[in-house]
């Protein structure tokens, strides 16, 4: 069986990353679904199997074909970027955020060039970015400069329970302005063509309501009535199999029973909360509309812990999964697109 090529920049050196590559190559599922390219450090890695008591071999690449990709090794594209003798483990510093950038810019080339199917990022830490100069605060928005990409689309997934986002980092109350008929209508339509591109064909797709009980036909907010309603009855009109406006307290437990291939989220804590009390370790977060897919964990860099070798992997392993599960699909959409 074909296994994808799923490139994974090591993230932070400081944090946690390098110890859940480690484990997370070592978890059967992994073995089974990709063969994974670490961009990383091979000094920092060899440490850090020091923190999980390890003996994984290091077999380093100049490129992602050359991998033999065996159980029990690590196929690293070594960066060779990090001093670990100065390298201080679970604290915000320069050199650690200009390594983490480093990681996915590579990452990005192989992913730009089809070297590798799709890339699966480990945890980064804004402050040790800033540190280091790097003028973007998080993943999205470095991939958005390297690749070139406007407007990138975020899903989250655990188990059967697909997330879009109508609003992610602002306000709650820029949240709710943001809410209109125009918006919902556009993004409907981009989850659809999001989610085609994932293999789902002819997907359903319900929007979330704003207010407490959709709003009881507007006693208590209007959105609902003169905003979410209009949009959806647009798209149907297009074919669009979505429904909605469904109440927030019911429609997240209904996408995860089948009934709906995906939710769309109207702000960022609504669907994130839904989602991680399903399963924290078991949300991914998935990056549509740019020339690759990214998945990433949806963690931080855990400070508090990195170097005690008791991080979880399960976020790694299921980033990793999803990553391979979807990459065949979403590069032939690709493909078809180049022509």
Known sequence: MHKPIIAVPMGDPAGVGPEIIIKALQDRKVQMAARVLIV??????????TFCKSRLAIEVVEKAAQGCYAEGTITLLDMANVDVKTLRIGQVQAQAGKAAFAYLEKATQLALAQEVDAIATTPINKESL????????GHTEMLEELTATKNPLTMFQVFDL????????????????????ASVYEFIQRCVKALEVLGVQNPSIAVAGLNPHSGEHGLFGDEEVNEIEPAVKRAQADGVRVVGPVPADSVFHFGLKGR???????????????????????????????PFLRTSVDHGTAFDIAGSGSVSEVSMVEAIYLAALYAPSFNKDAEEKRG
């Open 40 to 49: 990383g450090d091979r000094a920092v890695l060899e440490q850090a199997m």
């Open 130 to 137: 800033r540190a280091a100069d790097v003028p973007h605060i």
């Open 162 to 181: 697909r997330v879009f986002f109508l609003t992610r980092h602002v306000s709650l109350r820029r949240a709710c302005d943001l809410v209109t008929e």
């Open 260 to 290: 709906y291939d995906a939710v769309l989220s109207l702000y960022h804590d609504q669907g994130h909360i839904a989602t991680k009390m399903v399963d924290f370790e078991r949300t991914i977060s998935l990056t549509n509309n740019m």
